[in-house]
C-alpha cells in the first residue's frame, strides 16, 4: 500500500490560507467580470448561428457544405421536423414495390462528420412557424415545439426553448408533394407504415383499376412502375394537358407516351381532374378497408374516371408560411415572396431579393424563385454557392462583385420509365445554338434505385442488412 507523506503543522496552514486566498481571488474576479461586462464576455463566447431551415436534398447539402467552411466563430443549426433524411426520388417506386420502404429514410447522424467540428454543430427536430427580425430582439425564429438549445448562460448546458436567434439564414424548405410523393408523416416508423398501406392497397386483389392524377414526374414513374410489377391491373392516368411534364421538351412527353404504349398505360389527356376540397384531395388507403369502395376523379368537363385505388401526384406547393411574416404591412406585400407563384424572390447570388435581408438571408432550391428548374441538382449547386457567399459576408465582402452568382441552366431530369429503363433527358440550351434537346434511353436500374448508395453517400456505414432500420 502506498502511503503519501504528512503534511508538517506549519505546511498544513500555509496551503489551506494558499487556497483559500486563491479561490476568493477567483471568485473576486469573476464576480465583478461578470457584473462589470456580461454582454461582452457571453459574446465572446457564443457561436454565432448560421441557420438552415429545410433538411432535403439541398437543405443538407447546404448544412453540410456550411460546417466545412465556416469560420470556428460560428456554428451550423439545421432545423427540420423529419427525424431522418426522406429520399424522395425513390417513394414513388417503394409505394408501390415492398421490402425497401425502410431504406429511403436515412438517420442524420453523420451529416457533420466532415467538419473540423462535428460537435459544435446542431440538428434541432422541429419545423419554423415564424421569423421576425428586430433592433431589440434581434432575428429570431419560432418553432411549433421546445428543443433542447445551448442556454444563453451558458454553453456548456441546454434549455427547452421555441425561440433561435440566428446571424444568417437559408431557407431551404422546398415545395409540399401530394402523397405518397411525400410522407404526412415525422418519424421514421410511422412513414414506413404509410408506404406501406400503399402497396397493400395496389396490391389487393380487389383492386383492379388505379388511377393517377397528374402528368409529372412522380405520376409518370408511378404508372411505368405499376404496370410493370401488376401487368393485369387496369392503370389510368389523367393530365391536364395534352403534354405530359410540360417543364421539358415535348420530345420527352412523345418517348414516355411510346413508353405507356408499350405497358399499356391508359390516359386521359387535355382534362383538368377537379380536386376533391379539403386538405388531403383523394382519401389516401385505409389498411383493412381495401377494395371496399369505388373512387371516382371527376373532370371539369363533367365526365368521370371510376377506380379502385387513387393517387394524386399533382403540382407543388411552396413551403413559404414562416416567411409571410416578413411581409405584414400592405405596402411589404410582394417583397420577400413573388405573389404570382409563391416562390421567395432572390438575387443571382441567392440572397433575398428584398434589401431589408439580402445580407443575412438566403433561399436555395425549388423555394427560391430563381429561374431554374425545380430540381435536386440545380438546388445543390445552389447550396454550394450560397454557402460560399455566407462565408464570404462573415469575412467581411460587402461588394456585390466579391459574391457568386448561379448561372440559370436548361432544364434536365433522370427519369425511371420502369424497373429497370430510365431516361437521362435535358433541354435544349439556346445560348449555346441548341434547337433540340439531348437525351440517352438507358437500362440499366435495379428495383432498389440503388438507395444502398446513398446511405453510403450519406457516410454511413452500413455492415448489416437490421442496420437500415436505423
Not at 445551448?150 to 431551404?172: H, Y
Not at 441552366?409 to 431516361?423: E, F, Y
Not at 434505385?449 to 442488412?465: A, E, F, Q, Y
Request: aromatic content about 6%; glycine content about 8%.
Amino acid at each position: 500500500m502506498k502511503h503519501f507523506p504528512r503534511l508538517s503543522l506549519i505546511s498544513a496552514p500555509l496551503v489551506v490560507a494558499s487556497v483559500v486566498f486563491l479561490f476568493s481571488f477567483v471568485l473576486q474576479m469573476s464576480m465583478e467580470r461578470n457584473v462589470q461586462q456580461p454582454q461582452t464576455d457571453m459574446a465572446a463566447n457564443a457561436l454565432k448561428n448560421v441557420v438552415v431551415v429545410g433538411g432535403s436534398y439541398v437543405g443538407k447539402a447546404a448544412a453540410k457544405e456550411l460546417a466545412n467552411l465556416l469560420p470556428p466563430s460560428h456554428r451550423v443549426i439545421l432545423i427540420e421536423p423529419h427525424t431522418h433524411f426522406h429520399h424522395l426520388f425513390a417513394f414513388p417506386r417503394f409505394a408501390i414495390l415492398p421490402s425497401h420502404e425502410h431504406k429511403a429514410f436515412i438517420p442524420y447522424t453523420s451529416l457533420f462528420s466532415s467538419s473540423s467540428s462535428p460537435s459544435s454543430h446542431l440538428i434541432l427536430p422541429a419545423k419554423v412557424l415564424s421569423l421576425s427580425t428586430s433592433s431589440k430582439s434581434g432575428n429570431l425564429l419560432t418553432l411549433d415545439r421546445p428543443v433542447p438549445f445551448p442556454s444563453s448562460l451558458s454553453p456548456f448546458s441546454l434549455e427547452k426553448t421555441t425561440k433561435i436567434p440566428f446571424d444568417f439564414l437559408l431557407c431551404a424548405t422546398g415545395t409540399r408533394l401530394s402523397p405518397p410523393g411525400t410522407s404526412p408523416h415525422d418519424s421514421k416508423p410511422l412513414s414506413i407504415s404509410f408506404l406501406q398501406s400503399f402497396q397493400n392497397a395496389i396490391a389487393h386483389p380487389e383492386t383492379k383499376h388505379v388511377v393517377i392524377v397528374g402528368g409529372g414526374a412522380v405520376g409518370v414513374q408511378m404508372a411505368c412502375d405499376l404496370k410493370e410489377l401488376y401487368p393485369a391491373k387496369r392503370v389510368t392516368l389523367v393530365h391536364s394537358r395534352q403534354q405530359l411534364m410540360p417543364v421539358y421538351h415535348e420530345r420527352l412527353s412523345e418517348i414516355i407516351k411510346e413508353r405507356f404504349a408499350e405497358l399499356g398505360v391508359e390516359t386521359v389527356l387535355g382534362k383538368r381532374a377537379v380536386v376533391p376540397p379539403g386538405e388531403g384531395g383523394w382519401p389516401l388507403p385505409v389498411p383493412g378497408e381495401e377494395g371496399k369502395k369505388k373512387m371516382e376523379v371527376r373532370l371539369v368537363d363533367g365526365s368521370v374516371v371510376e377506380g379502385d385505388v387513387v393517387v394524386q401526384a399533382t403540382g407543388q406547393e411552396p413551403n413559404n408560411g414562416f416567411l409571410l411574416g416578413l411581409e405584414g404591412k400592405e405596402e411589404e406585400k410582394g417583397r420577400v415572396v413573388n405573389p404570382r407563384n409563391g416562390f421567395v424572390k432572390v438575387k443571382p447570388t441567392m440572397q433575398f431579393a428584398d434589401e431589408r435581408f439580402s445580407e443575412f438571408m438566403f433561399a436555395v432550391g425549388d423555394i427560391a424563385d430563381s429561374g431554374a428548374h425545380k430540381a435536386a441538382r440545380p438546388g445543390m449547386v445552389q447550396a454550394a454557392v450560397a454557402a460560399r457567399n455566407v462565408v464570404k459576408l462573415i469575412e467581411g465582402g460587402k461588394n456585390p462583385e466579391e459574391l457568386e452568382s448561379v448561372e440559370v441552366q436548361p432544364a434536365a431530369i433522370h427519369l425511371t420509365l420502369g424497373l429497370t429503363k430510365n431516361i437521362i433527358f435535358r433541354n435544349p440550351n439556346p445560348a449555346d445554338g441548341q434547337t433540340e434537346p439531348t437525351f440517352t434511353l438507358k437500362d440499366d436500374g435495379s428495383a432498389d434505385m440503388g438507395v444502398d448508395r446513398l446511405w453510403v453517400m450519406n457516410d454511413i456505414k452500413v455492415t448489416r442488412p437490421q442496420e437500415y432500420h436505423l
